[in-house]
């Protein structure tokens, strides 16, 4: 049978591989003869469940959201990501890295960070275990994003500024990248999403896969059955996507259903809907689609929310995508701000703007009454407070 998963090369179909300088290569050649043999030993699993279980809170409660069912007739559940520590699912995977990096013998870590919130679950992990942190941030994202910054100050990590380039995230990302390659024995590098070189996207993947293993669990009880008729998450890399995603990848039964950001308008030119509007190339040193002008150079995304203005996507979505397992939808930040409100009225839960782009998928894309519709909800809309009282007014 065709499988959605990774390859030994870390291939989804065309995408993925490890496209890398090769002053890179001994880092990531060390991480991939390791990952899947370290992930595999008891003493790994069984910190890595505690952790989850005692410090994030996992298992993430399975909600059926009975008002917003019945408005839109069909059953909808929501995956309780929100309620993780740090109050989104990406501190999953840097449990599982943090725990990696131990195993393999380095005791300093570094990130990158565009809005901050992969610096704050890297930061927290770090200060769990003790661990020097550094994290790489463009100085404009500094100081769009104080509150984060200064979260990861009190966490104990150091925030060094990227004054290159356009200051931002790709700007960070390459110097972290150089740091790496100057500090290849001590240093982990963790990486936010199912992103960059192999093993990071199946390492990730894999970390964040315990939120479908829980939804087979949860489902089993609530419904009778493991399987939803969908199953649907927002797709910035695609980390909780493919978290959502990934026991159901080879289960042609479950529909899959992946959500971008079209910011104002698809062909507005302020958008990050990659796979409408990508063409295949390298981004990050992964072969996958990414938005990029006629001579290749890569187009400045937008979204309103900070967590999906991405210009590429994991190879794994990239694959879900030009196979047709998985179907693509994009919405608007209108679209996701008016879902966002509407789950403040409808259940009492106030969702990150992210996750806002799952929930505004009703409106457009509709299902039978009996359909068994499960939503990641990626994480709580705290950090995005003054956005929501900026676009309503309030
Ligand atoms: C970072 C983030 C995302 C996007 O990242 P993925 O890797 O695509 O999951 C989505 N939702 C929330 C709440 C986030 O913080």
Redesign the pocket.
Known sequence: MKSYHADERGYYGEFGGAFIPEMLYPNCEELRQNYLRIMQEPSFKDEFHQLLKDYVGRPTPLYFAKRLSEKYNTKIYLKREDLCHTG???VNNTIGQILMAKKLGKNRIIAETGAG??GVATATVCALMGIECVVYMGEIDIARQAPNVARMKMLGAEVRPATSGSKTLKDATNEAIRDWINNPVDTHYIIG??VGPHPYPDMVARFQSVISEEIKNQLQEKEGRENPDYVVA????????AGAFYHYLDTPEVGIIAVEAAGKGIHSGESAATSALGKIGIIHGSKTLLMQTQDGQITEPYSISA??DYPGVGPMHAHLYASGRGEFISITDDDAMNAGMELCKLEGIIP?I??SHALAIFEDRKFNPDDVVVINL??RGDKDLQNYIDYFKL
């Open positions: 989104a699912h990406k919130q992969h999403s199912v927002c797709v910035g890399g695609g980390s909780n996507a967590g999906l990150a992210e996750s990626s994480g």
